[in-house]
């Protein structure tokens, strides 16, 4: 099978050393690995570091069965802007002009967000004839409107209702609708005005708990060890993986280490990763003597952090994008049999209380982070039944090879279902394009 994959804002596996790829990166490497030939359209811009890659068009040949076209957009400085805008505009426009001249794949998988990108890839397979699923990871465009004052969202609304027509518009012409959760699903299947097909179906985030090579860790330890972070040392440590941005109340988990830095000097905070707010948390974090701000950090680095820490920390802000869905964050925590700390109702509330591996704060109120983390730290059974139940849920329902590999089989099924068919409606057709495909 020839399968493209179009998603940007990912890590690549050329990006540096120690990598830490995401839902397309894994999926792209087990795809090749399971004797597929992929084709993973992206972009030529670094979106976590803010740097651009190449400063054109370029293809990368990772092997013989994968090869990465990065398109190039321009990039942006900032993740709401104008100029991220016209990256995306651009990146559409490119993936529409150079696809129909590429090889015939016999399936696409593209991710909304980008929306641009999406559309092309679903007018794309209409015009080609070829199955397209739309993996959707953010409610685009209406997550925008989480971000701006209440008083500027009726004016925002009406200046993206092109975008939410194009997100229409690809939602009704693709063969199949995925996404993390049954309500990102249900989103997309209500803005294509579609019914649920057998298609149609749920993959959560997966992430893989595969450890790095032992040198990589040696050297990740040395890392904390020279920021004042080892196993070694008798502390709670609470991390944060994210980035440094409006989508996180860092402000709150602030005050509250405030609170416990004459309380409970033993709880130390790493706050790791970048975005629009970091020169600010860097500032801030002098004042806290319990606070640590490293910045971005490598997979094998993140990977040791977790294995040092007792908890996770999610400070989502409520806003519907992350209310309905399960983020890849508290995944990454559960990977490591951390338990996660986090703010707001939803499916991933759903998740964690009945899992029972995590605590839950009253978003915004310090003194109830500070309160929860303090009776964890004092109650070292129940840190340790968390962390139990952390890691059991991981391996049930969150381990890379198993959530992508099923997807794996699913686009394959995709893929020999006759255009216009369902899995539910043809089952025959399916049936004999299987005994075609041997």
């Not at 087990?30 to 972009?43: F, I, N, P």
């Not at 002098?286 to 490598?298: A, C, F, M, R």
């Not at 992350?322 to 998740?351: H, M, Q, V, W």
């Not at 840190?383 to 686009?411: M, P, T, W």
């Amino acid at each position: 099978m020839r399968c493209w994959l179009v998603s940007v804002g990912e890590a690549l596996p050329s990006d540096y050393r120690g990598v830490r790829l995401r839902r397309t990166g894994i999926l792209s490497r087990l795809l090749a690995d399971r004797g597929h030939t992929v084709v993973w359209w992206t972009s030529s811009f670094d979106h976590f570091q803010k740097r651009l890659r190449f400063s054109s068009d370029s293809t990368l040949k990772i092997d013989s069965r994968l090869t990465i076209r990065c398109l190039h957009g321009g990039g942006y400085k900032k993740n709401v802007s104008l100029a991220r805008l016209y990256d995306h505009f651009l990146l559409g426009r490119k993936l529409h002009a150079q696809a129909p001249h590429e090889e015939r794949p016999d399936i696409v998988l593209a991710s909304l967000p980008t929306i641009e990108l999406a559309y092309a890839a679903c007018r794309f397979g209409r015009n080609a004839g070829v199955p397209v699923a739309l993996d959707i990871r953010d409610l685009w465009p209406d997550s925008f409107l989480d971000v701006l004052p209440r008083m500027a969202r009726s004016a925002a609304h009406l200046l993206l209702s092109p975008y939410a027509a194009l997100t229409r518009s690809a939602c009704r012409q693709v063969t199949a609708i995925l996404g993390p959760t049954e309500d990102y699903v249900r989103w997309g299947l209500k803005c294509g005005g579609r019914q649920k097909s057998q298609l149609d179906k749920v993959f959560p985030f997966g992430y893989s708990a595969n450890p790095p090579a032992d040198r990589e860790i040696e050297d990740a330890k040395a890392f904390w060890e020279s920021r004042g972070i080892s196993a070694g040392r008798d502390e709670f440590i609470v991390c944060f993986l994210g980035t440094l941005g409006r989508a996180f109340d860092l402000e709150t988990v602030f005050e509250a280490a405030g609170i416990l830095a004459g309380r409970n000097p033993r709880i130390k905070f790493v706050i790791c990763g970048k975005g629009d707010r970091e020169a600010f948390y860097r500032a801030a974090a002098v004042q806290y003597p319990n606070v640590i701000v490293p910045g971005l950090v490598n997979g094998p680095q993140m990977w040791t952090l977790m294995r040092m820490a007792s908890i996770g920390l999610a400070p989502y802000m409520p806003f519907e994008n992350f209310l309905r869905n399960i983020p890849n964050k508290p995944i990454e925590y559960l990977s490591a049999g951390l338990p996660t700390a986090y703010c707001i109702d939803g499916a991933l509330d759903t998740l964690l209380s009945e899992g029972d591996c995590g605590v839950k704060y009253k978003h915004g109120a310090a003194h109830d982070l500070a309160s929860q983390l303090s009776a964890l730290e004092g109650t070292p059974e129940r840190l340790h039944s968390l962390s139990g139940n952390a890691a059991a849920l991981f391996r049930a329902r969150f381990q890379a090879e198993e959530v992508y590999g099923r997807l794996i089989d699913h686009l394959e099924l995709i893929a020999r279902t006759p255009i216009g068919a369902t899995a539910s409606a043809a089952p025959e057709a399916v049936e004999l394009t299987r005994r075609d495909a041997r």
